[in-house]
């Protein structure tokens, strides 16, 4: 089995629409339509979740009506954030079908169809030509792709020059030895963690220039703090990150926040300009 088949297997489940429905009735929200605030414990799949998704389009400040990318977009949470709020017309893809198709469906119910579209296929060999986009953006979806080089150079083909490149991904903060499971990956044979400087050689390699670069691990350990302690206290939310991880979420979470903790982990933001 290749890795992206191995990665596209990791995320695969059937029936994620129907359980995040199913989830948001139990707390009493509306289904069809759906609120996108409602929501955000579950389609914000990375470190910061919403307040990240937030800082990191306030630090790419795409112009109104621009036409942006969303590379490993999963099941669309920032792609519909960015859309909603920064009056963006949004292009996801991802490597996994499920998250195609809930992605697809969660949009429909949120009203954003005419705005927001996923189309399935490899962050490898972007289905565009070249210059389609007036911005990009990838988020945690480095830590499953081994050949970022080419990642990279799919993304520069496919903007328009000048346009900006939002990167926001789990990198390595230092030397250290990362527990499995993690939220992205079973085992080392994944996951592929990168420092910044590689991520910025690589991005420089493609033909970007970098503008910009801030490390979100303060912002991720309160926040993963404060979830920590609501979880213990209330339990996990109805609407939350267990419906694509399942069971295995605390010790996935875990073994990620205490990488983060132990600055092993450092999730980062670099926004590149082509």
Known sequence: MSIESEVAAHYSRPDFEAAIVEALA???KST????????VGVDEFHFGWRPATVAFAADLAFPPGAHVLDIGS??????????????????????????????IGLTRRCGLADRVDFRQGSALSL?????????????????????KAKVFAEAHRVLKPGSRFGVYEAMRGRDGDLAYPMPWAETPATSFVET????????EA???????????????????RKMRETAARDGLPAVGLQILLGPSLPA??????AAID?????????????
């Open 26 to 28: 139990s707390a009493g």
């Open 32 to 39: 069809d339509p759906i609120a996108t605030g409602d929501l």
């Open 74 to 103: 999963g099941i669309g949470g920032p792609a519909r954030y960015f859309a909603e709020v920064s009056d963006l017309r949004v292009t996801g893809i991802d490597l996994t079908p499920d998250f195609v198709a809930t992605a």
């Open 127 to 147: 289905p565009f030509p070249d210059a389609t986009f007036d911005g990009a953006t990838i988020i945690h979806v480095g830590m499953n792709i081994a050949d």
């Open 196 to 203: 910044p400087a590689t991520y910025r050689r690589l991005l």
């Open 206 to 224: 493609a033909g970007f220039t970098i503008e910009h670069e801030v490390d979100r691990s303060a912002l991720v350990a309160e926040l993963g």
């Open 252 to 257: 996935r979470m875990g073994n990620a926040l």
């Open 262 to 274: 132990a600055g092993i982990l450092a999730p980062t933001e670099i926004i590149a300009r082509a």
